[in-house]
């Protein structure tokens, strides 16, 4: 059974960061992209950042890009989100999700919060 | 970026009613669309992908269909289960944009 365990979130202050990680179990990690995906409240779905199986390709959303950093242990099947300056309208639930292939999120974890307030 | 746009974003039916779902993309993403359903408090779980294609353990009430810039998502009769939110989501091209969903209520 797959399963995904998020971690690290958690109330930080604007400007501050974060650091979540994702724990993987019941599949071959090294062989699935990774994905962490946000939700705010009473909103859609926002994907944030994708690597790759291998960890060589990584992509990110604008909003997003420059601040935060994906990455991969494929030796401890974990996944990471390196979260800095952060801003008021990065506070959501962050989930991960695996993609076996053409961005389809078929497994999801049950997501971290992350607030960021002063 | 694609923008995804759902319709309607909320409507009322009841159990073993068929509901339909529209999605429209900004441009055409051929068959590179995805939809979830999203229970209260819960992860979204993915229901079909590639438009059509049933996820695997996904009952066959749930039927997708479309390609280029419109889909829909059709339940042909509705489970209590299945009172909750749904969204489409484009794997064409980044950023991987969800439309804002639609949410499923009881009449």
């Known amino acids: 059974e797959v399963q995904l365990l998020e971690s690290g979130g958690g109330l930080e202050q604007p400007g501050g960061s974060l650091r979540l990680s994702c724990a993987a179990s019941?599949?071959?990690?090294?062989?699935?992209?990774m994905n962490w995906v946000r939700q705010s409240p009473g909103k859609g779905p926002e994907w944030v950042s994708s690597i790759s199986g291998s960890g060589g390709v990584k992509s990110y959303a604008d909003s997003v890009k420059g601040r935060f950093t994906i990455s991969r242990d494929n030796g401890k099947d974990t996944l990471f989100l390196q979260m800095n300056s952060l801003r008021v309208d990065d506070t959501a639930v962050y989930y991960c999700a695996t993609d076996p292939g053409g961005m389809v999120l078929d497994n999801w974890g049950q997501g971290t919060q992350v607030i960021v307030s002063s | 970026d694609i923008q995804m746009t759902q319709s309607p974003s909320s409507l009322s039916a009841s159990a073993g009613d068929r509901v339909t779902i529209t999605c429209r993309a900004s441009?055409?993403?051929?068959?590179?669309l995805n939809w979830y359903r999203q229970k209260p408090g819960k992860a979204p779980e993915v229901l079909i992908y590639?438009?059509?294609t049933l996820q695997s353990g996904v009952p066959p009430r749930f039927t997708g269909s479309g390609s280029g810039t419109e889909f829909t998502l059709t339940i042909g009769s509705l489970q209590p289960d299945d009172f909750a939110t749904y969204y489409c989501?484009?794997?064409?091209?980044?950023?991987?944009?969800f439309g804002q969903g639609t949410k499923l209520g009881i009449k």
């Open positions: 989501q484009q794997s064409y091209s980044i950023p991987y944009a």
């Open positions: 441009q055409s993403i051929s068959s590179h």
């Open positions: 019941g599949f071959a990690f090294s062989t699935y992209g």
């Open positions: 590639s438009a059509s």
